[in-house]
């Protein structure tokens, strides 16, 4: 059975922001997601957690995703404060928690190009990695990108993508009941767990509106973490599950976030 879902059960108030809670821009925000046998995924997440996989053409998949953005005026949501702007990718599989029954992601970590990541990584044990990050970006006068270049130079995660649009890329989600059930699953997770640096089970919650996605077309890519890790082998990687870009777009995120064992 496809999976169906909908934004109008998904979709919730934003929770008041207080204390050092963040609001942030994310500018070239894109979504990057492979969808690859569910038995690969073994091993990479707790058991209180399952992985959210769905069927295509007759067998389970899980999907994985890619998603690097510019974080724009980060900033506190709740005091005058600096803001600072800086490259960031994440890299996130979707899961469910078997303790609520929420959709949510398994956040292997992320690359981030600012020497604020000694917050996060040392004050936090977030799984948070240095790299630089660059981005060469053309859109068209109706907001298309011509070209999306994305680059991180990094140990941990090195990466580089190349995506395009030109309106004639198709809203194609295998495995989901239609358009509407897979937006819901890739852009609206609003928590993630991770294991910590020091081996603790963490999480985070964030919060945003409907994201206004637009499909997009993928000539290269090459992400060194989800071949380190066996998930996607390199020339899979030129054959992504789906592509999603937004231009720009505001995410509250909502700080410290929790260690739970």
Same mark, same amino acid.
């Given at each position: 059975?496809?999976?169906?879902?909908?934004?109008?059960?998904?979709?919730?108030?934003?929770?008041?922001? #207080?204390?050092?809670?963040?609001?942030?821009? /994310?500018?070239?925000?894109?979504?990057?997601?492979?969808?690859?046998? =569910? *038995?690969?995924?073994?091993?990479?997440?707790?058991?209180?957690?399952?992985?959210?996989?769905?069927?295509?053409?007759?067998?389970?998949?899980?999907?994985?995703?890619?998603?690097?953005?510019?974080?724009?005026?980060?900033?506190?949501?709740?005091?005058?404060?600096?803001?600072?702007?800086?490259?960031?990718? %994440?890299?996130?599989?979707?899961?469910?928690?078997?303790?609520?029954? *929420?959709?949510?992601?398994?956040? $292997?970590?992320?690359?981030? &190009? !600012?020497?604020? /990541?000694?917050?996060?990584?040392?004050?936090?044990?977030?799984?948070?990695?240095?790299?630089?990050?660059?981005?060469?970006? *053309?859109?068209? =006068?109706?907001?298309?990108?011509?070209?999306?270049?994305?680059?991180?130079?990094?140990?941990?995660?090195?990466?580089?993508? !190349?995506?395009?649009? &030109?309106?004639?890329?198709? /809203?194609?989600?295998?495995?989901?009941?239609?358009?509407?059930? =897979?937006?819901?699953?890739?852009?609206?997770?609003?928590?993630?767990?991770?294991?910590?640096?020091?081996?603790? $089970?963490?999480?985070?919650?964030?919060?945003?509106?409907?994201?206004?996605?637009?499909?997009?077309? $993928?000539?290269?890519? &090459?992400?060194?973490?989800?071949?380190? $890790?066996?998930?996607?082998?390199? =020339?899979?990687?030129?054959?992504?599950?789906?592509?999603?870009?937004?231009?720009? %777009?505001?995410?509250?995120?909502?700080?410290?976030? #929790?260690?739970?064992?």
């Amino acid at each position: 059975m496809s999976l169906s879902l909908r934004f109008d059960q998904a979709l919730t108030e934003r929770p008041q922001p #207080k204390g050092i809670d963040v609001l942030c821009g /994310l500018k070239h925000f894109a979504i990057i997601t492979y969808a690859v046998p =569910a *038995e690969r995924f073994k091993g990479l997440f707790p058991d209180r957690f399952q992985l959210d996989s769905i069927q295509v053409d007759g067998q389970e998949m899980g999907l994985v995703s890619v998603v690097p953005f510019i974080d724009l005026d980060f900033t506190s949501a709740v005091y005058p404060f600096p803001r600072f702007t800086m490259g960031q990718t %994440n890299y996130r599989i979707y899961i469910i928690d078997t303790q609520t029954q *929420e959709r949510c992601v398994w956040f $292997l970590g992320t690359t981030l &190009d !600012s020497w604020t /990541l000694l917050v996060p990584r040392y004050l936090w044990q977030l799984p948070w990695y240095s790299g630089r990050v660059r981005f060469d970006c *053309e859109q068209d =006068a109706e907001g298309r990108y011509r070209h999306y270049r994305m680059q991180t130079q990094a140990q941990w995660a090195p990466a580089q993508v !190349s995506l395009s649009q &030109d309106g004639s890329d198709p /809203l194609d989600f295998p495995g989901f009941a239609d358009t509407e059930s =897979a937006l819901v699953y890739l852009t609206h997770p609003l928590a993630g767990f991770y294991h910590r640096r020091d081996g603790k $089970l963490g999480t985070y919650r964030v919060w945003h509106k409907e994201l206004a996605v637009s499909p997009a077309r $993928l000539h290269q890519a &090459d992400f060194g973490l989800l071949s380190r $890790l066996g998930l996607v082998t390199p =020339a899979e990687q030129q054959a992504p599950y789906s592509v999603l870009i937004e231009p720009l %777009n505001q995410f509250t995120i909502y700080l410290p976030p #929790k260690r739970l064992d």
